[in-house]
C-alpha cells in the first residue's frame, strides 16, 4: 500500500541517527602518536578517530588534523585533537543532531548507545548520504 505523503514526512521526522552513523572500528589513547593515527586511519579506511580517555571520549582526531601537521611531526593525539567533540544518544532524532550540527558548524558527532555502549559517528557526509537517500528512495 502506498503510503501518503503525511505518513512519509512523519516517518522521515522520527528516523533516529544511529541509522545513518557509522560504527566506530578503531579509537586511540591520547598518547597515541600521529603517525599511529595516520597509519590508523590508512589501514581502517576513517576519516576520524575518537580518542578514549576511562571510557569517554575525551577528543577527536580527523585526518585533516594531521595533515596540517608539519611532516615528521612526533606530536601525540592529546596535543591536536579537538576537545569539543558533540556527543548525542543513538535515539536522537536525525533531524536534531542535523540542526544541531548545522547551526554550531560541526563536521562530526559520536553517537553513543548507552544499551550497549557502542560508539559510532555522524558526519556530514552520512548527513548527505542520509539526504539522498531520503529524496531518493522513497516514495512521496
Do not use: W
Amino acid at each position: 500500500m502506498k503510503k501518503t505523503p503525511a505518513e512519509r514526512l512523519n516517518e522521515i521526522l522520527n528516523i533516529q541517527v544511529e541509522e545513518y552513523s557509522t560504527p566506530c572500528t578503531v579509537t586511540a589513547q591520547k598518547a597515541t602518536k600521529i603517525d599511529e593515527l595516520a597509519n590508523l586511519m590508512k589501514e581502517n579506511s576513517v576519516r576520524h578517530i575518537p580518542i578514549i580517555e576511562n571510557d569517554d571520549v575525551v577528543g577527536i582526531v580527523s585526518d585533516r588534523d594531521i595533515s596540517n601537521l608539519p611532516e615528521g611531526s612526533d606530536a601525540v593525539a592529546a596535543l591536536i585533537m579537538s576537545k569539543d567533540v558533540y556527543t548525542t544518544e543513538s535515539h536522537a532524532l536525525l533531524k536534531d543532531v542535523v540542526f544541531e550540527m548545522s547551526s554550531k558548524k560541526i563536521g562530526s558527532a559520536m553517537v553513543i548507545d548507552q544499551s550497549d555502549k557502542s560508539l559510532s559517528i555522524f558526519t556530514s557526509v552520512d548527513a548527505l548520504n542520509a539526504l539522498n537517500e531520503i529524496l531518493g528512495g522513497g516514495n512521496f
